[in-house]
């Protein structure tokens, strides 16, 4: 049977685990404390506590006869914590044939608008940015060291079901800020989960990939589409200049970049289903 380990089982990864659950695998997933533990029981086999800080017998069991680990805890001010505490697992697990880390596009920095690929040097602003580079580095290092199959996945803002424009509109916490010539790459969590899949399944030799849609857009222009699809007046316009954001907003704004996705669509043979944000927002709003 193939075996599926999750660390960290969130949004994204139950996407792919309800996908391969499905198709009849065995899937482990991991949370933090023992009450995210009892949240995931419903989106895996065997749910797993692993915050990070120490190794977890339970994680290292399942690393030991995983055929695939799927990595999605972020770094810290210590770097990976999956590889700090299980690393040396990973590395013998005699079954494992692939492990995939999910990064972020944040890893580019600053285009000014400007179209990045796989061949981009990344130069990333933040030092959440900084973190997950080398954290792609030590996932490839370990790769290159086992000679076990590793390919990092790069993601833009992810939506879907539960977690989008409309689901802003909804709860009265979305804004549309206007920074003149300012887009977001974004992407669909069933396409991050198909392009998953395709790379699980022996599609693509890659090591890296941009996972996001056809159309990075300005974020005003796709709460304005979702205010029409689900008939609801949308919020005015407001400058970005003097608008009261968080840090962590406020670096999103810092960067702007148009990400490509041909290796993901021409290497992994991936067909978006949702390749724009209004197919995307139309399905959501269809319930």
């Known amino acids: 049977m193939s075996r599926l380990v999750c660390i960290g089982l969130g949004y994204t990864a139950r996407a792919l685990a309800d996908r391969m659950r499905a198709d009849g695998w065995h899937v482990a997933g991991t949370a933090r404390a023992a009450e995210g533990a009892r949240r995931i029981a419903a989106s895996c086999d065997a749910p797993i506590v692993f915050d990070g800080a120490r190794p977890s017998p339970a994680l290292e069991a399942a690393i030991a006869t995983a055929t695939h680990v799927l990595a999605s805890a972020p770094p810290g001010e210590g770097g990976d914590p999956i590889l700090a505490q299980h690393g040396a697992a990973l590395r013998s697990s005699p079954s494992l044939a692939w492990a995939g880390y999910l990064s972020t596009v944040g890893v580019y920095g600053?285009?000014?608008?400007?179209?990045?690929?796989?061949?981009?040097?990344?130069?990333?602003?933040?030092?959440?940015?900084?973190?997950?580079?080398?954290?792609?580095?030590?996932?490839?290092?370990?790769?290159?060291?086992?000679?076990?199959?590793?390919?990092?996945?790069?993601?833009?803002?992810?939506?879907?079901?539960?977690?989008?424009?409309?689901?802003?509109l909804r709860d009265g916490s979305a804004r549309r800020l206007v920074k003149p010539g300012q887009v977001f790459n974004r992407v669909h969590v069933a396409?991050?989960?198909?392009?998953?899949?395709?790379?699980?399944?022996?599609?693509?030799?890659?090591?890296?990939?941009?996972?996001?849609?056809?159309?990075?857009?300005?974020?005003?222009?796709?709460?304005?589409?979702?205010?029409?699809?689900?008939?609801?007046?949308?919020?005015?316009?407001?400058?970005?200049?003097?608008?009261?954001?968080?840090?962590?907003?406020?670096?999103?704004?810092?960067?702007?970049?148009?990400?490509?996705?041909?290796?993901?669509?021409?290497?992994?043979?991936?067909?978006?289903?949702?390749?724009?944000?209004?197919?995307?927002?139309?399905?959501?709003?269809a319930g």
């Open 110 to 168: 600053d285009h000014q608008g400007a179209w990045v690929d796989e061949t981009t040097t990344p130069h990333p602003l933040s030092e959440r940015g900084r973190r997950r580079l080398a954290a792609e580095q030590a996932w490839l290092a370990l790769g290159a060291a086992s000679g076990k199959r590793v390919q990092v996945f790069r993601l833009p803002g992810i939506y879907g079901p539960g977690r989008s424009a409309i689901d802003s």
């Open 191 to 285: 396409d991050i989960a198909t392009a998953l899949v395709a790379a699980m399944r022996g599609r693509g030799r890659q090591a890296v990939y941009n996972v996001c849609d056809d159309e990075p857009a300005p974020p005003q222009d796709v709460i304005a589409y979702a205010a029409g699809l689900v008939g609801v007046v949308p919020p005015p316009e407001q400058p970005f200049d003097g608008a009261a954001l968080s840090p962590m907003a406020a670096s999103f704004y810092a960067e702007n970049k148009r990400v490509g996705n041909a290796l993901m669509k021409a290497d992994l043979g991936v067909t978006l289903r949702y390749p724009t944000y209004r197919e995307g927002l139309a399905s959501i709003a």
